[in-house]
């Protein structure tokens, strides 16, 4: 509607113009000051482009979560994943029966994702949801964190278990503007295999994202205070990424890992939505929805606005 609005005017202002100079009624300054006016801020608007995105730790399906297990939960996990109107997901915690569920649900929404064990479908998958009639798949692909980062089912370092990052490469279908978006999930024990991975992750997103926006989610399972953290914007590096919290305009909610219970106030903050520099973080959103005391996954998802 907005892109509609100024296009009538662009179209209005041409000829009212054109009308001027071929009346030699516009002298040489005031056509400068008519085209910086009404065309600058046309193209300007016409550049900019907004996206919601979001990340969102679902908890792996399991029969010890008892009250909270998966069977009951999952229409509420997709209803909460439906209602944000993110364009983009990127999801963590998703074993093959859960994202067979999420995909058949999630109508409209084409989707990435492997599981990490063979690079298949066995084990969990950091899944990528996006909106196909906003954006195009142009290609994806799978990382390990590991010194061997092309060998499926890998590990290295101090981690407990097999971590990914999965990606793809999109292509916003009204503008064709291109971006990369990654999404990853962090071991849980390991803290020089986080420190390491973080790094690795930054220097895949180096080589494969020359000059192209890129958003990285997940849940990194990291503090703020951490040396990991502290990597994320290091401007020593070869490379930086920005919180979106940190620089966003409006920000609603904060921490993201509080647990099941929605009454515990012992929650910490390691679930992020990074962003190179290409980007403006308009709205930073914590969804802290929750039913009969509980919410819907142990983590909490957090939703973006950016804009670039």
Request: glycine fraction near 6%; hydrophobic fraction near 40%; charged fraction near 20%.
């Amino acid at each position: 509607m907005v892109r509609n609005c100024y296009a009538q005017q662009r179209s209005i202002f041409i000829v009212a113009i054109v009308i001027m100079f071929a009346n030699n009624l516009v002298q040489p300054m005031t056509k400068c000051l008519l085209y910086l006016l009404f065309f600058m801020p046309i193209v300007l608007l016409a550049d900019s482009i907004d996206m919601a995105v979001m990340t969102y730790n679902i908890r792996m399906n399991t029969p010890t979560d008892g009250e909270n297990a998966w069977p009951k939960r999952k229409e509420w996990v997709v209803d909460v994943i439906t209602q944000s109107s993110a364009g983009i997901v990127g999801l963590q915690e998703v074993k093959p029966e859960q994202k067979k569920y999420i995909v058949k649900a999630m109508k409209g929404y084409g989707n990435y994702g492997v599981g990490r064990d063979n690079g298949s479908a066995k084990g969990e998958h950091c899944l990528i949801l996006y909106k196909e009639s906003q954006y195009e798949l142009l290609d994806s692909g799978t990382i390990w964190l590991s010194e061997t980062p092309n060998v499926p089912g890998s590990k290295s370092w101090d981690a407990a278990i097999t971590r990914i990052a999965s990606w793809v490469k999109l292509q916003h279908k009204t503008s064709g503007r291109e971006f990369f978006f990654f999404n990853t999930h962090f071991d849980h024990k390991g803290q020089e295999a986080r420190y390491q991975s973080i790094l690795l992750l930054k220097s895949k997103i180096k080589d494969m994202a020359v000059g192209l926006p890129v958003i990285v989610v997940g849940d990194f399972n990291f503090r703020p205070d951490s040396k990991p953290y502290a990597e994320i914007n290091n401007a020593l590096a070869d490379y930086v990424l920005f919180d979106s919290f940190t620089i966003a305009q409006h920000k609603d909610g904060e921490l993201t890992c509080c647990g099941f219970d929605a009454s515990n106030k012992n929650c910490s903050r390691i679930d992020y939505v990074l962003v190179n520099n290409a980007f403006k973080v308009i709205t930073y959103k914590v969804i802290s929805e929750s039913r009969n005391g509980s919410y819907p996954s142990d983590h909490l998802p957090v939703v973006c606005k950016l804009r670039f």
